[in-house]
């Protein structure tokens, strides 16, 4: 307890230090986990978990999990959110913006060069081939997704049947992403509330870890946490004049015909939508990038989250892309790779500030309700959903990659895309397979399936046997 006396000390002194852990040490240490986070938010938090509870013992377990449950209940990257949160505890404001900025900052700076290097070269020779290697291992990733999420979710029929329902109803009928979410948070909430042991899933991210008594922040409610209701006020409006104050700059000096007006509006609507994190919050893009506004064609949404899949970060950073090629098409003015450029960083700023609002506004309100029924059961349903909507997310790029053609299929409620079987492509389905196969039966690690499946596409092009924009 010394340790943590004197840290206490510290801050209550106004030294910028938590707990006996200096921001220079955080922030190394922060570096660190932003720099090795690749393989999705699964990988990402299990990374933190290590380092965090088992090496650094800076939370424990039972309140990292805690962290984890109040984010996974949050629109947006689940993984960035823990980070601010982990940092917020120990360092206050200034510890949640460095956690939470330093976790998106070398994805942001990767994707913005591949951005640039696909919108440049995409479309010649090897550039291509890779990409189209890389969409193969995307599929099985996804799948692989669903795989690990369900059986960690779906312990029970209730929870089966919800993620059948989500499923369903997204795929079939094109119903809207956030409804499906709204709906299955308002079943688990009440059953949960009502105490049914069919809302009482537990997650699990980790075993072990530091006991409560070994963590330097203990199971003690820190100062800054408690909850003061002018304070959170002041939280809510600053963060949103930060959020906000560009969206409506752009709003009023270009208009809302403007695409960078249109990329503010809905990535800043994305970021109050997309629950459930970023495999789902990409199937709410894809319905609305490819299919409504046709800012890129199904292809190039594969190609984007394979740069989100072998770059550090949150695999939401996919959305850099979508907005660097949005803007990159429709440059007004501009220089194509400028307007580009501009639009890309305008993603991450409206994507990722809110981020911020969420946990500094919810989060001492969240650190009061721990061990709550009714948040539990919310969370244990919105999980089961998210794997339905998945599922659809692994069928919808299964269709674009190995066919090159589709058909729609409308009529008594039913909306959804009909592959034609004549337009399948082999080879796309040969590395498809492959990847799958290796994930699932030979254990091949993410970046292993990634490397082996962007080879293979770029030897298929040398031999000729695909063509340079692959799908």
Not at 323 to 340: D, E, K, N
Request: aromatic share 12%.
């Amino acid at each position: 307890m010394t340790e943590l006396t004197r840290g206490i000390a510290a801050a209550e002194a106004g030294h910028k230090s938590g707990h006996g852990v200096s921001l220079g040490e955080a922030f190394r240490v922060w570096s660190r986990i932003a720099l090795l986070s690749f393989g999705g938010p699964a990988g990402q938090i299990a990374l933190m978990h290590r380092v965090l509870v088992d090496e650094k013992k800076w939370v424990s377990d039972s309140r990292f999990l805690h962290a984890l449950n109040y984010c996974m209940l949050l629109p947006g990257p689940e993984a960035q959110q823990l980070a601010t949160y982990i940092g917020w505890l120990m360092h206050r404001t200034p510890g949640g913006i460095m956690a939470g900025g330093l976790f998106v900052l070398p994805g942001a700076v990767a994707i913005m060069f591949l951005s640039i290097v696909y919108a440049a070269f995409g479309k010649v020779g090897i550039v291509a081939a890779l990409f189209f290697g890389l969409k193969a291992a995307v599929l099985a990733i996804v799948s692989q997704a669903v795989q690990r999420i369900g059986k960690k979710a779906l312990k029970n029929r209730v929870m089966q049947g919800l993620a059948a329902a989500a499923f369903v109803a997204i795929f079939f009928f094109d119903v809207a992403f956030p409804l499906i979410i709204l709906a299955a948070g308002v079943i688990g909430f009440f059953g949960g509330r009502a105490g049914l042991a069919a809302f009482a899933v537990g997650g699990g991210h980790g075993t072990g870890g530091a006991a409560a008594g070994e963590s330097l922040l203990g199971e003690e409610t820190p100062d800054h946490a408690k909850i003061a209701v002018g304070h959170s006020l002041k939280i809510a409006a600053i963060w949103l004049v930060v959020w906000l104050a560009p969206v409506a700059a752009l709003l009023f000096f270009l208009g809302g015909a403007n695409i960078f007006s249109q990329i503010a509006l809905f990535f800043s609507k994305m970021a109050v939508v997309t629950f459930g994190g970023a495999y789902a919050a990409l199937a709410y893009v894809a319905q609305r990038a490819v299919d409504d506004f046709h800012w890129l064609r199904p292809g190039e949404m594969l190609d984007g989250l394979g740069m989100a899949e072998t770059t550090p970060g949150p695999l939401i950073m996919v959305l850099q892309f979508v907005g660097f090629m949005a803007a990159y098409r429709s440059p007004g003015a501009w220089p194509p790779l400028l307007a580009g450029a501009a639009g890309g960083l305008l993603t991450v700023w409206v994507t990722f500030t809110p981020c911020f609002l969420w946990i500094f506004l919810g989060a001492p309100y969240i650190e009061q309700l721990r061990g709550n029924k009714a948040l539990t059961g919310a969370l244990s349903a919105i999980t089961a959903a998210v794997v339905g909507v998945i599922l659809n997310l692994a069928v919808w790029f299964a269709i674009h990659t190995i066919f090159r053609q589709t058909i729609p299929a409308q009529g008594f409620g039913f909306s959804f895309d009909v592959p034609v079987i004549a337009s399948m492509d082999p080879w796309a389905l040969l590395l498809s397979v492959g990847a799958v196969v290796a994930i699932f039966r030979f254990r091949a690690s993410l970046l292993q399936t990634l490397a082996a499946s962007a080879a293979a596409g770029v030897a298929l092009h040398a031999l000729g046997l695909v063509a340079a924009g692959g799908n």
